[in-house]
């Protein structure tokens, strides 16, 4: 680093002012999904529960928990206690070595984790759990095909974007080989043009058409998030995966739930999965919420009856922080933070609280033209017509994000898709500020229009 830009305070820790942060950032750091040439990041210098502030000293409520992981809510002491713990104690041993830290973690997930899903594989995040879980599936099943939703999105990584139906798997194709999509249970802009429940689950059916056109004997797996997050949070209609897991059952297809986003109390339960009765997936993938991005990890949750395979074969995975025991202390904090905070329950209350209101702000303006989620995840769709349901267009949706900023909220906006998915901590006060806010900028959209 240029002796410019070295300031030390007096206890000896390096200093860097805004501008130095900001010049240093265009130099040298490489941001994701973005345009590096016209990206302007705001420096933030601290963080704690709810929000976080600028160099300016402005304070933003984060209502999106950051990614939709910081579920516990900024530095919670909790947690950065038992990461110091964890960090004293061992910070690092190799994935081949059975230490404290990955048994105590694995024992306390298969407490939580639904039917025999008695196994973990951990990883580094979402992504490579998602890729992770694929090359179980084909080592179970011999088969290699896997069948993905078109609103998808299972991770960045080479493997897991091709995976995922997102718009942004088409930059880097061709991807892996093997991956098919079928059309979305997504009821506000059915595909097949019908309405529930007269549609008779046409969209889950359709996923049984495919799989004998490309042959059941080629399909090793269905990968499926319980409740669509990224592509619009939207939940399948009641019996979709029931039907899901029949079909799966009669073709020899393996059920492999993607709870990167939704798992851990999102949806107001441990898992989301958990919505629907009877449903037992054959693996679950985790990560956002199992260390609420304190420390990096994921985990492929795997059944008793795919082990009891695979346990007697080469396992053809590994990774050199795969375990890795700061992350497995940290991910166990967390799982104690929920249970003693009674944050999944508080997840769930705050859901409640959220619906009718956000119904509200949808009966007021004209913009929204659907309001759906549960427990901490909720989702506006915004239109430019609600009789026509044409999205709301690119150069109104894009300044959103931008206008809730400067009137203090943090939250994502994709597309015409506004996201609400607050830490579980949130307060009525919190909840209720940051709807205010909304409420004024949807406002301005109102008259755009």
Sequence with gaps: MPAAYELID??????????????????????SWSIQ?????????????????????????????????????????????????????QCYIHPGIACTARVELARDL??????????????????????????????????????????SYHGATYGAISMSGDQRRLPVEPGIPGVRFFLDPYCYRCSFGLEYPSCNLRCVNHIEEIIGYEGAQNVAAVLIEPMTGAGGFFAPPDGYFQRLREICDKHDVLLITDEVMVG????????????YKGVLPDMMTLAKGLTCGYVPI????????????????????GLTFNSHPLACG????????????KLIEASANNGAYLKPRLQKLMDKHVCVGDVRGTGSFFCLELVQDRATKEMLKPEISGTLA??????????????????????????RDDLDKGLAIIDGVLGEVDQQL
């Excluded at 300016?56 to 992981?69: I, P, Q, R, T």
């Excluded at 973990?120 to 290699?144: H, M, Q």
């Excluded at 931008?402 to 307060?427: W, Y």
């Design 402 to 427: 931008k206008r809730l900023m400067r009137k203090g909220l943090s939250t994502n906006v994709m597309a015409n898709r506004l996201f609400i998915g607050p830490p579980f901590i949130a307060t």
């Design 37 to 89: 040439e016209k990206l302007e990041p705001l420096v933030v210098e601290k963080s704690e529960g709810m929000y976080f502030w600028d160099a300016d000293g402005n304070k933003y409520l984060d209502f999106s928990s950051s990614l939709v992981n910081m579920n516990v809510g900024h530095q919670h002491p909790k947690v950065v206690k038992g990461i110091k713990a964890q960090a004293e104690k």
């Design 298 to 317: 994921g985990a492929v949750a795997i059944s008793d009856r795919i082990m009891d395979k695979l346990g007697k074969e080469m396992l053809y995975a």
């Design 330 to 341: 940290t991910a166990k904090a967390v799982l104690d933070v929920y249970k003693e905070d």
């Design 110 to 151: 298969a407490e939580l984790t639904p039917g025999d899903l008695n196994k973990f594989f951990f990883t580094l995040g979402g992504a490579d759990a998602n890729e992770n879980a694929l090359k179980f599936a084909r080592a179970y099943t011999g088969k290699t095909k896997v069948l993905t939703k078109y609103r």
């Design 10 to 31: 007096e206890k000896g820790v390096e200093m860097l002012d805004k501008e130095t942060v900001k010049e240093l950032d265009r130099r040298h750091v490489v941001h």
């Design 264 to 275: 851990c109390g999102r949806t107001g339960k441990w898992f989301a999965i958990e919505h």
